[in-house]
């Protein structure tokens, strides 16, 4: 241990990594991890699942927007009939 306020040694240059071992073991768990995940994925079907999920979701904001449409229709035939029943400059 060294006296406080010295200046520390050095500890040597920069030196390269050993390459020779190839994959390690967290990067061929973490390949198998996505492969098998993958295989899940596409081996339960779940892609198709979702298609008519979002087919079943597109059907309900149609029959929304068609029931907004006509709520409008009917309003705007309400004031349109309301209107025409007044007289000229009588409010």
């Known amino acids: 241990m060294e006296a406080p306020g010295t200046i520390p040694r ?3 240059g920069p030196e390269p990594l050993d390459k020779e071992g190839g994959m390690t073991l967290v990067g061929f768990m973490t390949m198998v991890l996505v492969a098998s995940g993958a295989l899940i994925f596409v081996g ?3 892609t198709t699942r979702t298609h008519g999920a979002s087919r079943s979701a597109r059907l309900r904001h ?3 927007q068609r029931a907004v449409a006509e709520a409008v229709r009917q309003i705007e035939a309400a ?3 309301g209107e025409a029943g007044r007289e ?4």
């Open 10 to 12: 050095p500890l040597g």
């Open 44 to 46: 339960t079907g779940l």
């Open 62 to 64: 149609q029959e929304r």
């Open 79 to 81: 004031r349109a009939a």
């Open 88 to 91: 000229p400059g009588g409010e």
